[in-house]
Structure formats: C-alpha cells, structure tokens
C-alpha cells in the first residue's frame, strides 16, 4: 500500500514566521498536487508538480517536488491569518485514476 | 457555476439503516470519486469510476456500494450503516486521464451514525 506521510501534523504559528510542511513517500510518483482545505469546504487545489526538481511560486507558497519524485514539500513565507487551513498533499502514478491522500497539515496563523 | 453539488449537507442515522448520497457535477468530467476524511487519516478513497456504468474499488470499500447510471451524477450508498462509517463524506470529479487535472470537490456531506 502506497502511503503519503505528511509533517508536521499541526503546526500553530505567529502571523510574519515563514513554515515548511512535508510530504513524503517510500514510492514515486508521476505528479503531486497541493490542495488546501477550509472548514466546510471541500479541498481546492494549489498547484500540481510533475517534474523531479520541480519548483513553483503562487505568490507567498514555493512548492517543490523532489528530485526522486518520492517527496514534496510546501513552504510559506511570511505567513497570514487567511493562511489557515487544513493542507493536502495528492500524489497520483502514471496511467492510473487514483490519487493517494497525504494526512494533512493542519495550519494556524494568529494574528 | 454550481461544480458538484452533494446532497444532503447533514445527516443523522441509526446503526441498521440505510441512506444514499448524492454527487451531482455540471462540468461534464469522466472521472468521479467518492471520498471519507476521517480525523488524522486524510482522504480515503472508497469508490471510483472512470465513466458513465463503470465503477471500481479503492482503499476502502466495504459496507458501501456506488452506481453511476447517468456520467453527471456519482451515488454512494450504505445498506446497513454502522457506527465506524460515521465520517465526512466528499465527491470529486475531474476531466480524465490525459494530462494532469486536478479533481474539484463538493462541500462534504457529515453523516454521523448512533
């Protein structure tokens, strides 16, 4: 069974500190997507990765794919307030229809 | 722009009984899945299907059974709900295999079983 480990699990943080959340795996994969979840509400993607070494930029978050494709992870710059929520990572192999779930990240920003 | 709509939002039964919830999408995708997000767990996948009349197993099927009799609607159903099926519920969907889509998402559905 292919698993997702993501970490930390919680993480509570002034507003203005920069955070890294993780994600990794024993297998590859082809692609790795972030989504962000809020409360009520169903997980909304933040970007995918799909090329080893892979960094993005979406404004404040640099998300990065492992050279290996085994890993990711999600780094916050200055974070704010609206930077709270549950974090998710998704990872899918080639030719398949499923994604695997991480466990969650779940962020908090105070004020 | 309604995306996928679940239906319904909230529901309350007791062990031994059965329900159905539905997945509606307007955007016209192949793909549909249905989902339980449990506390530390994450997104467990419970069934999917790849079109209209097809459907297949994921992570965690047992106790539950889905149709997809029409490509816009993805049913869920639990013939005799337990108290370890209590979770919140998600549908996703999204266009197909071809390049990399990221699968949109209802609000849940929160089902608690007593």
């Known amino acids: 069974t292919q698993l997702l480990e993501q970490s930390p699990q919680f993480l509570s943080i002034q507003e203005g500190e920069n955070l890294t959340v993780y994600c990794n795996s024993s297998?590859?994969?082809?692609?790795l997507q972030w989504y962000r979840q809020e409360p009520g509400e169903g997980p909304v993607l933040l970007v995918t990765?799909?090329?080893?070494?892979e960094v993005k930029k979406l404004k404040r978050l640099t998300f990065q794919f492992g050279d290996a494709r085994k890993d990711s992870s999600l780094h916050i710059t200055a974070a704010q307030p609206g930077d709270t929520g549950l974090y998710l990572c998704a990872a899918s192999t080639s030719g398949t229809y499923k994604y695997i779930f991480g466990t969650g990240t779940r962020l908090k920003v105070l004020a | 722009n309604a995306g996928v709509t679940q239906t319904p939002k909230f529901r309350v039964l007791k062990t031994g009984q059965s329900m159905t919830l539905l997945c509606a999408q307007d955007m016209n995708h192949e793909y549909m899945y249905w989902y339980r997000q449990d506390p530390g767990m994450g997104l467990r996948l419970i069934h999917y299907?790849?079109?209209?009349?097809?459907?297949a197993k994921g992570e965690v099927p047992d106790g539950y059974n889905v149709s997809r009799l029409k490509k816009q609607n993805f049913l869920l159903g639990l013939e005799s709900a337990a108290p370890s099926q209590t979770s919140v519920y998600f549908c996703?969907?999204?266009?197909?295999?071809?390049?990399?889509?990221?699968?949109?998402f209802g609000d849940g559905t929160r089902l608690s079983i007593l």
């Open positions: 996703a969907s999204r266009p197909g295999l071809q390049g990399v889509q990221p699968q949109h």
């Open positions: 299907s790849v079109g209209e009349g097809t459907t």
């Open positions: 990765v799909v090329t080893g070494g």
């Open positions: 297998s590859v994969f082809s692609s």
